[in-house]
């Protein structure tokens, strides 16, 4: 006799034979769901549709629209692109950075706009196969063999430092690949897509994002942005330091102290040459604007770049956007009821935009000081410009064209701020500059806001959404952008936020994404602090910084 058991699905009891798969179970809802069906959710535990459903309790099915079953669909669709790539053209591909809502993607033989036109046709023709997608649990030793025999050095070197006796891979076809991620079932789900071609080693794959309803943007390239990855890309190589593999051979080897103080070196030179070219343009600029996502290391970046403008000979004079708060009567609110600091809406626009420019024209200003207790700002601070003096206004909005639109853009200078990791896992498996960030958050959020990691992670997605429309929007709007990645970090702040990941009780809503940043975190050998100089801007967020 087949046992059953009971789920609840949609608000309604379901009795289900045990072992069936949550692939069966889904066929029976995928009328209502607007793209397919790529993940379960039971219990707070993901769940890929190939496998059994075993437990009682409250299932939920998630398509491309959610976070998480975003993920697996862009997990999919790589392996979908690597795929089609290596059967048409015999090459392989690199992974490397997000850029506009797509993902850049390196070739290692040349290609153009017709080679590109051809995978597109040919992946097309692989999702209308609806080819499965295995999953094997194996020894890790055989799947070092396996990638040996198809030369990729960079899975071999991350399998060295996984200390699990065997490893999850996935079989597409007559290919086998290792995914930091869940996957979908079949190639037939990840049905949109596009391909543009960049550059004869690269091209970007589109595909549509939880803040794109659903649907693929159309491809406007950010050469800036593009440009600091790059930059980025070639110091890593210069360094011999590419993926999480090439990183732990430097911990190992015991030389890690030396990356720490090369980077540091590095980073700090950015910053005194964006001062060195603020001052040589003293005469015309008057305003700083800096704007950069949660995390990016803004106290810091400002507070070193006003010392090297001191250093110059310039007066610099730090404003917070954030005082310039509407009253709280007046604060709009969020779709949960909250008071929304995100918009640009929240902002008194008007007495910003007007108290800049009496600044600029020599008039002594009373400042505002957000009283985030009373919600309202009390004015107390005057302030007047001496010749030599500049404005540096720091806050989400900065690179927005509405503020200071009546100032002359030849008076201002926009930096765009964040921490745009370059480092792999591996050559198909990226690490996300939005994870970094909330790495970061998280430590910083305990160490000096005495929050809860759940709490961290709660408050994300809403983080995230007001990136989305305020920051990302304007980028390209920067006269510079300043990458605060350092290529050594995630090692430093394995040892701080593992124990608060592992803190995360399995009933939470938030333990399958502390489980995802531990696997994460794993591939990476833990890096001491002791070498990381006081005025690092990961010090912002570990501690011990020079800068109160």
């Known amino acids: ?73 862009l997990n999919g669709l790589v392996y979908l692109t690597i795929f089609a790539f290596k059967t048409l053209f015999k090459g392989d591909l690199k992974v490397r950075h997000s850029i506009d809502k797509g993902l850049y993607i ?93 550059k004869p080693d690269g091209f970007v794959l589109l595909f549509p994002t939880i803040y794109s309803n659903g649907e693929i943007k159309e491809y406007v390239h950010q050469e800036k942005m ?33 990356i720490i103080r090369m980077d540091e070196t590095l980073q700090s030179s950015k910053l005194l040459d964006i001062a060195k070219n603020i001052y040589a343009n003293k005469d015309n600029i008057k305003i700083i604007l800096i704007a950069g996502p949660s995390s990016s290391g803004k106290t810091t970046a400002c507070n070193k770049l006003a010392m090297y403008l001191k250093s110059l000979g310039l007066t610099p004079h730090p404003i917070s956007m954030d005082d310039y708060f509407k009253e709280r009567n007046d604060t709009p609110k969020d779709e949960d009821g909250t008071y929304y ?28 000081v957000y009283n985030f ?43 765009y ?3 745009l990791t370059g480092l792999n896992l591996d050559n ?8 970094n960030r909330l790495l970061r958050r998280i430590v910083r959020d305990s160490k000096t806001r005495g929050e809860d990691v759940v709490e961290t992670l709660a408050a994300w997605p809403k983080v995230r959404r007001g990136e989305e429309e305020n920051i990302f ?12 990645a350092l290529i050594y970090e995630l090692g430093v702040l394995k040892t701080y936020v593992e124990p608060l990941l592992y803190a995360v009780d399995n009933n939470s809503p938030y333990y399958n994404e502390a489980k995802r940043l531990i696997n994460m975190l794993k591939m990476f050998l833990p890096i001491p602090s002791e070498d990381i100089p006081q005025d690092s801007l990961l010090r912002e967020f570990i501690g011990g910084s020079c800068f109160k």
């Open 1 to 73: 006799m087949i046992e059953s058991i009971t789920v609840k699905i949609l608000g309604e009891d379901r009795e289900v034979s045990k072992n069936t798969t949550f692939l069966e179970l889904s066929k029976m809802y995928k009328d209502q769901y607007k793209f397919p069906i790529l993940l379960a959710k039971q219990n707070n535990n993901y769940k890929e549709l190939r496998d059994k459903v075993c437990d009682t309790g409250e299932i939920t099915f998630l398509d491309l629209t959610d976070s998480e079953g975003n993920r697996v669909y």
């Open 106 to 198: 390196e070739t290692n033989i040349p290609i153009d706009e017709e080679k590109i036109s051809l995978l597109k046709k040919k992946m097309y023709e692989i999702v209308n196969m609806n080819i499965p997608i295995n999953k094997l649990n194996v020894d890790k030793l055989d799947a070092i063999k396996y990638f040996e025999s198809v030369g990729d050095s960079s899975k071999i070197g991350l399998m060295k430092y996984n200390t699990n006796t065997h490893v999850t891979l996935y079989k597409l076809g007559n290919m086998y690949n290792f995914f930091f991620s869940n996957m979908p079932i079949s190639t037939g789900v990840i049905n949109k897509f596009d391909l543009k071609y960049l």
């Open 226 to 258: 593009f440009g600091v990855f790059s930059e980025y890309h070639d110091w890593a190589k210069l360094m011999h330091i590419d993926n999480a593999y090439s990183l732990n051979e430097v911990v190992s080897s015991g030389n890690i102290g030396n």
């Open 341 to 368: 600091y995100e918009g640009i809406e929240s902002l008194d626009i008007e007495l910003f935009n007007d108290q800049m420019v009496r600044l600029l024209n020599g008039e002594e200003v009373v400042m505002p």
């Open 373 to 415: 207790l009373l919600g309202q700002k009390e004015f107390r601070k005057k302030l007047q410009l001496k010749n030599d003096d500049i404005l540096m206004v720091e806050g989400i909005h900065g690179l927005n064209p509405i503020i200071l639109s009546n100032v002359p853009r030849n008076k201002k200078y926009k930096i």
């Open 417 to 419: 701020l964040s921490p």
């Open 428 to 435: 198909h498996n990226r690490l996300s500059t939005t994870d």
């Open 473 to 484: 929007t304007y980028q390209d709007e920067a006269d510079c952008t300043f990458n605060s």
